[in-house]
C-alpha cells in the first residue's frame, strides 16, 4: 500500500492508495475510532456501483452505516442539495463523533465535504474518490463547497478529510473521457513540482489510461498525491504557494465557462489552458524552445474536442477581466520557468489577449 | 482602551472595549491592512442606529464600504438569509482580501459570521457588538452558525473573526430587558471561572444595567471577555475544557424551546438553568450551603417572568434526551464545586429529573 501524509498539525491525514482497497475501508476507518453514526454520500451512479462493498466493509467492522444519494452531476452542488442532506444526516442522528464518507467523484467529494465542514459546526470526513480527477487532485487537500448562480465554487471552506482511501479498481468502471480528463490534472501536477514525473509520464500515459498495471497506475497516483500534499502542506489556504496548482486553469475556467459548461471536461479545458500558459511562458522568454516542444507533444496525445466556433476571445479575456476584480493587486498568473519550476507573474492585458487569439486560431495547440 | 487577546495561533485576535470606540472603528479596522471592499452587515433596527457612525468612518479611514441590513430578529438566522446574502456580496465584489464586518447582536454575529466563513472559502471577518449579550458572549470565540427547521444552531462552522470591536456606549438604546438578558451570561463566566469578578459583580450589577459608569462597565466587559478568551484559547473546537462555557444552557435551552421561543429572552431562561444547575450541584454534595445561597441571591436579582404553566417537566426531560443522543457517550453535565470551579459529571436520569420538578414546582428559585 502506498501511503502519502499530508503535513497540517493537528489536520493531518494520510492517503492510502492499493488495488482492491475499497474492502479493507470498514477496517481503515474504524481503527480512526469513531463511535457515532456513519453517513455514505454518493451519487445514484457510483452507489450502485461501490456502494455494497463500501457499507458491508463498514458494518463487517462494527459501524452503523448508512447511504445517503444524491442525483449525478454538477446540479447537486447547490446549497439546495446541502440543506437536504442536513436535513437527512439530522434525522439519521449523525453527531460530531460521528463521519461522513464521500463516495465518488469531484462533485460527491466538493459536497459531502461542504456538508460536513458546516453541520454541527464540524464533522469528520474521509474521502473516497472513484474517479481519477477527483484521485489525483479534488480530493486531497480539503477545498469543499457548492456552486452558485453566479459561479462556481463561490459557496465554500477549507475543511480537511480525516483520512483519503483510493482504490485504483474503482476507475474499471470509469468512462475513458474521464480518464482522461484526470490525466490532464496528472499532467499539471508533474509540470509544476516533478520532472521525475514528468519523464515517467511522457512514457506510461496510455498505458495508464488503460489501467495497464493497477500496480503501476497506483504509483502514480501517489507521485501525484504527493506533490499536491506537500503544497498544500506549505499553504493550506491558498495565500501564497498553493496558487501554482492553478497552473493552466485560469484559461481552463474560462474556456469551460464560455462554451457553456458540458461542452468540455474540467481536464479536456485544462489542457488548452496548460498549452495556453506554456505559448504564453514562451512568449515571455521564460521557457526555452525546446522545453516547450517536448511538453506539447505530450499535451498532443490527449483526445480532445475542439474549440467551439462560437467561443471567441473576448468572452475569454472577459472571464479573466472577472477573475481580476476579485484580486485587489491585478492579474497575477502561474507560468512556467521549466518543468517542475513555476513562477508567478503579473500580466498585461495586451500579453494574454494576443496567446488567447492564438489559442482560438489553432496556432498553438493543433489538433 | 482595554485589549483582550484571544490566544488562537495565526487565528489569534484582540478585543477592544472602549466608550466610543464605534467612532474609531475605521482606523482599527484600516490598520488591519484590508485591501479589498468591506461589507457591513446589520439588521434594521441597529443599522438605523449605528450604521451612519461605522460606515462614515470606515470611509474616513479610506476604506470602499457599503451596508447590508437583513429583516429584525432570529428568523434571520436561516440558510436562506445567507443565500441572500451571498448573491448581494458577490454582486457587491466582495473578495478574499476585503472584509465583513457585523454590526449587531448575536443573530447578525452568527449570520454574518457563518456567511463570511463560507463565502470565497473564507472571507475575514471584524464583530462589533451592540447588545451585552453579544458583547460579553457571542462575538468571541468564532461560533458562527444558522439554524434549520430541525433545531437552532445545527449548521455552522467555527470561523475566528480577525477584531473584535465594543463600545459600551451603544448599549445606551438597548432595552432594560435585554441588558439583564445580557447579564445572565456575566454571572455564567463568573461562576464557571472568577471568583473575584463574583464578587464585583455582587456590588456592581445594577450600575451596570443602567450603565451608570461608562468606564466601570467597560472593565466588567473586559472580565467577561478574558474569560472567555481564555477558555476558547485552550479548546477552540469544544472538545474538552469548552464545554463549561455551556454551565447553565442544558435547562436554559430546554425552557426556551420547550415554552416556545419568544416567551424567554436567551439570559432569563438561562438564568433558571444556572438556579438548577446549583441545585443538581448541592444535591451532589458539590457546593455548599453557603455558596448555593450567595449564588442564588444574586439570581433573585433578575427580573424574570415565571416559568408558563404549560411546561411540564417531561417536555424538559425529552430536550434532554435528544441532547444525550447526540452524544454517544451520554449526558454530561457542568456542575459546580465552588465558585469559579466546575465539574462535568454524568448525571442519571433520575437526578436530573427530580430537580427538574423542584424547579417547575418553584422550590428552587422563588421570585
Redesign the interface.
Known amino acids: 500500500m502506498s501511503i502519502v501524509r499530508v503535513p497540517l498539525e493537528d489536520r493531518s491525514y494520510s492517503i492510502r492508495i492499493e488495488p482492491g482497497l475499497l474492502g479493507e475501508a470498514g477496517r481503515l476507518i474504524a481503527d480512526l475510532g469513531i463511535?457515532?453514526r456513519v453517513a455514505v454520500i454518493s451519487d445514484r451512479t457510483v452507489s450502485g456501483l461501490f456502494a455494497k462493498t463500501l457499507i458491508g466493509a463498514l458494518q463487517t467492522a462494527g459501524l452503523e452505516a448508512s447511504l445517503f444519494t444524491v442525483p449525478d452531476g454538477e446540479t447537486s452542488k447547490s446549497?439546495s442539495q446541502a440543506?437536504k442532506l442536513?436535513?437527512e444526516l439530522?434525522?439519521f442522528?449523525l453527531?460530531?463523533?460521528g463521519l461522513i464518507v464521500a463516495l465518488g467523484g469531484g462533485v460527491v467529494g466538493d459536497l459531502a465535504g461542504f456538508t460536513a465542514?458546516?453541520?454541527?459546526?464540524?464533522i469528520p470526513f474521509v474521502q473516497v474518490p472513484t474517479t481519477l480527477l477527483s484521485q489525483v487532485d479534488s480530493s486531497v487537500g480539503g477545498?469543499v463547497?457548492v456552486n452558485?448562480?453566479?459561479?462556481k465554487n463561490?459557496?465554500?471552506?477549507?475543511h480537511q478529510p480525516v483520512l483519503v482511501i483510493m482504490d485504483p479498481l474503482t476507475l474499471d468502471t470509469l468512462p475513458m473521457r474521464e480518464r482522461w480528463s484526470g490525466a490532464a490534472e496528472m499532467v499539471k501536477a508533474a509540470l509544476i513540482r516533478d520532472a521525475v514525473f514528468f519523464e515517467r509520464l511522457e512514457r506510461e500515459l496510455e498505458d495508464w489510461m488503460v489501467l495497464e498495471d493497477a500496480g503501476r497506475l497506483s504509483e502514480a497516483l501517489a507521485a501525484c498525491c504527493r506533490i499536491k500534499a506537500e503544497v498544500v502542506g506549505r499553504d493550506e489556504?491558498?495565500s501564497g504557494l498553493r496558487r501554482i496548482l492553478n497552473f493552466g486553469h485560469t484559461v481552463g475556467h474560462a474556456l469551460e465557462s464560455a462554451s457553456g459548461y458540458g461542452v468540455f471536461r474540467h481536464g479536456e479545458a485544462l489542457v488548452y489552458g496548460l498549452a495556453w500558459a506554456l505559448d504564453l511562458s514562451r512568449t515571455f522568454g521564460l521557457l526555452g524552445e525546446a522545453v516547450f516542444q517536448r511538453v506539447d507533444s505530450v499535451l498532443r496525445r490527449f483526445p480532445l474536442p475542439p474549440i467551439p466556433e462560437s467561443v471567441d476571445a473576448e468572452r475569454i479575456v472577459e472571464h479573466f477581466t472577472r477573475d481580476k476584480?476579485?484580486?485587489?493587486?491585478g492579474l497575477h498568473l502561474v507560468l512556467l520557468n521549466d518543468i517542475g519550476r513555476p513562477v508567478i507573474r503579473p500580466v498585461r492585458d495586451f500579453d494574454f489577449r494576443e496567446s488567447v487569439g492564438r489559442l482560438l486560431n489553432r496556432q498553438i495547440i493543433n489538433l
Open positions: 463511535r457515532g446549497l440543506e442536513y436535513t439530522i434525522r442522528g453527531s460530531r463523533d465542514a458546516t453541520l454541527l459546526r464540524g477545498k463547497g452558485h448562480s453566479l459561479g463561490l459557496i465554500g471552506c477549507f489556504r491558498e476584480k476579485n484580486k485587489s493587486d
